[in-house]
């Protein structure tokens, strides 16, 4: 069987969506009854009018066209039709852009609004990555058929950190927060509840944020000059490569992720694999991800107040053995045989 995936999204830049589309396709790749094809859509338009019409014409249309002789098309990013040649599995993230459109760009919300809805009630089978993102997804669109859940996995084995590492750690304590900078993130929050730590404890508490530049940048950047101008303990990276963001979750001490709402949150994931205590709002389908991390508010306080708990050794090891029992729980072998079923099935369907 021949499936042609559609990764116009990896050309949008270093984010979750373009890391777990990733995996897909190394999952698909596995099986050796499918032949996987990547189809990176158009080259980047220059103005935003003519990038919005070309990436609406590639992502319902251009695909298909590219994909003449395959037997599926499996849509990466929330928007792809079935077409009366090829099956659609569109992977629907989850359904943030219209469940808080006042923290995304409004031309993003407005071409969701007009496309997420037939995408999702066209296409042959949805698969998303949690029960949240699969139960938002029926209500907004009514589906009569629930979508797939196949939950993100963390890749590789989990690893707990060795005693000279956690002393390490806790003699210096990194925090670490990986996402793009848009407002539903809350990255002003870890800002403030590193603050309230460094002055409750006395620590020299680092912070990094990780990732691509978003609209709440601007904001975020304000903040950091207003508290760290000389950035003596705030460091912004904008973009690593994946070993090095590897090298990133090993050495902090600790993942926050305040976010309003995510459809899974795998900067969670990825830090619980490498025996790193995650703590996070609950918002969203975060407890699915790691229960044991949720803090159930997005208040800077309440940041702060669980995390200087994690100073203590013994709440810290203990902090890390819940870590790496979420990661345990996302194993590579299941995602990788439920996209396959799931890819075999749409085909079936044709």
């Avoid at 407005?110 to 037939?118: G, H, K, S, V």
């Avoid at 999702?120 to 589906?143: D, G, K, M, Q, Y």
């Avoid at 025996?275 to 800077?300: C, I």
């Amino acid at each position: 069987m021949k499936v042609a995936v559609n990764t116009h999204v990896l050309s949008r830049g270093m984010s979750g969506s373009s890391r777990s589309l990733g995996q897909v396709i190394a999952a698909l790749r596995e099986d050796d009854e499918l032949s996987v094809s990547a189809l990176p859509g158009p080259r980047r338009s220059w103005t935003r009018a003519t990038r919005l019409a070309t990436l609406i014409w590639w992502d319902l249309l251009g695909v298909h066209r590219a994909a003449r002789a395959c037997d599926v098309v499996v849509s990466g990013c929330n928007v792809g039709l079935a077409s009366p040649r090829h099956p659609n599995v569109l992977l629907m993230h989850d359904t943030m852009v219209l469940d808080h459109p006042e923290a995304f760009d409004p031309g993003y919300v407005a071409y969701a609004r007009a496309l997420f809805p037939i995408s999702a009630r066209r296409s042959t089978i949805i698969v998303t990555p949690s029960a949240h993102s699969a139960a938002r997804i029926v209500e907004r669109f009514r589906l009569r058929n629930r979508p797939e859940v196949v939950p993100w996995p963390f890749v590789g084995t989990p690893a707990s950190p060795s005693t000279m590492e956690v002393v390490a750690k806790l003699a210096r304590p990194v925090v670490s927060v990986v996402g793009a900078t848009e407002p539903h993130k809350c990255q002003h929050v870890a800002v403030l509840a590193v603050r309230m730590m460094r002055q409750a404890t006395g620590l020299p508490i680092e912070l990094c944020i990780v990732g691509r530049p978003g609209r709440g940048e601007a904001a975020l950047q304000a903040l950091i000059d207003a508290f760290d101008r000389d950035r003596s303990w705030i460091r912004r990276e904008e973009s690593l490569t994946d070993e090095a963001l590897v090298e990133q979750y090993r050495s902090s001490w600790l993942v926050m992720q305040p976010s309003l709402d995510e459809g899974f949150g795998l900067p969670v994931l990825e830090a619980c694999g490498q025996g790193v205590p995650v703590l996070h709002s609950g918002r969203g389908a975060l407890s699915e991800v790691h229960a044991a991390g949720s803090v159930e508010s997005v208040a800077p306080e309440a940041f702060a107040e669980r995390a200087i708990h994690l100073l203590d050794r013994c709440e810290y090891e203990r902090a890390c053995d819940d870590a790496i029992e979420s990661a345990r729980r996302h194993g590579w072998g299941q995602f990788a045989s439920d996209w396959q079923r799931i890819v075999r099935s749409a085909g079936s369907q044709r």
